[in-house]
Structures are given as C-alpha cells and as structure tokens.
C-alpha cells in the first residue's frame, strides 16, 4: 500500500479542512434584536426565512463580534418569523436576554474563525477625507454641507496586503426623532479601495437632502461588522439601517473591486 509524503498529506487534509468548512452551514444574527440574518453553505447566501427553517434545533451557539473584537457569546433557541410585523424575518429566543439599548452586534455560527483580522479605527478628523465627502455631497446637490465623519475603519477585506477603509458619514438637523429632512441632511456609507486603476470610492448607501423634505423617513446608516461569513477568508462588510418605524441590515461581499449585496433584511411598519 503506498502512502502519500508527509507534507503532501498535510496539504490535502488542509484543502479538505477548507471545503468541508465552506459546505458547513453557518448562520449569523442581529444583537440585540434577534433577527436572523441569513446563512451561508455550499457556496450559496441563504436569507433570513431560509436560514430560519434551518434552526430548527434549540442549543445553538453564536460567537458575537463588535466592529472592535470578540463581545461573548450566547446561546440561541429554536428560530421563528416574526408573524406580527415581518413574516419573512425570523428570529430566536437568546440567552443571556440582550439589552435592547446595547450597540449593534453580530453573532455567528460557525467552524472557522469569523474575525480573521481586525480593523483598525482611523482618525474621523482628518481633512482630505473630509474634501472627498463634501465633494460626494455637492454632487448630490448640497452646496454648503456639514460634514460629520462618525466612523472610518481601515481593514484588509480580502487579504491581498492592502487596507480598504470605509466611512460612514452623516448629519442630522434632528437625529433623535426623524420624522422629516431637513434641509442639508445626509447619510453616506461608502467604501475606498486602491486598484489597478488608483483610487475608487463606491457608494453602499447615499442619502442626502438637498432640500427640506416634511414627507421624508430618512434612514441612519452605519457599518456594523466586517466578518467572514461564509468560511473563505475574505471578509464581508455588514451595514445595519435603522428609521422611526423599523430597520434591517445588509451583507456585501467583495468580488472583484466592487462591493455586491448578497443579503438584505428588512423589518418595520
């Protein structure tokens, strides 16, 4: 019987390791709402229904991640829609209970590491930053913007040695209860990335108000985790939306330069 050389023997259990974690189903929730965001098996996005009938156990555990590390764990139950407001969304009972009022996490079931590497947060305060968004808003019709830079985050999405960064800007005349736009409101999300061709800026969310908008129910949108959700170590961008009436979040994937929404939840009145 022949035997295979000991470092190709390694290489063949790693290439199996690999595959048999990418076919394995792995499921990923919203904290502190419990609202399952989807799963990932076999090379193929699951939403929030279709990885809902998956867990159909109780006992499952979910490791949670902040966009700064490892926040814990927690234990989820059985999934269920939520049948009252959005029959499409599915969530589970979690143990410990969240707090309601605690910042957005992420929790993930899964055999591999979700957080591979980490990101790095930059200075929000700095002026060639602030140049491209006024300049991303006067395009958008805001002549004199405000500009508010609450998040950049600098990170190695896909591994290849250089560092993406994305910012989340916004402003808010009244953030505490937006029933309306006022004029010069705004809410960017957006990526940059060095490619063969220089610079790019791609948009994920773009909202702005050029004018005063009493009908308007804006949206804050900001980046919430960057995890690898789906075992190939490249690292997926979360966003979460959130209005006066409800909110969601999204998974983006990187392919290629640009940034692909792969999962979308939404829940609200």
Known sequence: MKTLPLALALIVCAHTSRAQEKSAFASFIELPWRHVIGGHSAGKWHDSEAAGRLLGKPGISYRVFSLKGPAGSVTAGKAAPEADVCPDVWMQIITPRPDPSAPVTLGVNASWDPMPRAAVMADTGDGALAAVVRGMLVKR?????????????????????????????????????????????????????????GVTRQILHGDAYPRADPEAAPSIHEITGLLDLDGDGRLEVITHTGYYEGGGCQVWQLRGDELVKVIELDCGV
């Open 141 to 197: 019709g805001i002549a004199i913007p405000e500009v508010k830079i609450h998040q950049r985050l600098q990170i190695d999405l896909d591994g290849d040695g250089r560092a993406e960064t994305l910012v989340a800007a916004r402003r808010f005349v009244n953030e505490v209860e937006l029933f309306s736009a006022a004029a010069g409101d705004y809410c960017l999300v957006f990526m940059e990335r060095e490619t063969a061709k």
